[in-house]
């Protein structure tokens, strides 16, 4: 098996739809790899395909038996995920 590195995925400031492809490319390419920590402290507005697309990838962290953590999420970015009622799906993997 090879061995596992874990990355890092910093987070913009907007994580709007013109941001989020961006995202979506550094997760794949982070995820093949490893672990990976997403860094989520400079979030100021968060669209919700990107939380949905947070979700899909800790889902795929999970099934490659990979680990997948939100470090720090900003207060913008758990108050979007309380609003859409998304709690149940990121408290596994917010980590303060």
Avoid at 9 to 15: A, E
Avoid at 82 to 88: D, K, N, V
Wanted: hydrophobic content about 50%; aromatic content about 4%; charged content about 20%.
């Amino acid at each position: 098996m090879a061995q596992q590195i874990n990355q890092a995925v910093d987070l913009p400031g907007i994580i709007d739809l013109d941001a989020i492809d961006a995202i979506r490319d550094r997760l794949i390419d982070a995820l093949e790899l490893g672990s990976v920590v997403v860094k989520a402290d400079a979030v100021e507005r968060v669209s919700t395909n990107a939380l949905l697309l947070l979700v899909s990838a800790a889902e795929t962290a999970r099934r490659n038996h990979f680990d997948f953590a939100i470090e720090a999420p900003s207060a913008a970015m758990t108050t979007a995920i309380e609003r859409l009622g998304l709690g149940s799906q990121f408290s596994g993997m917010m980590k303060q």
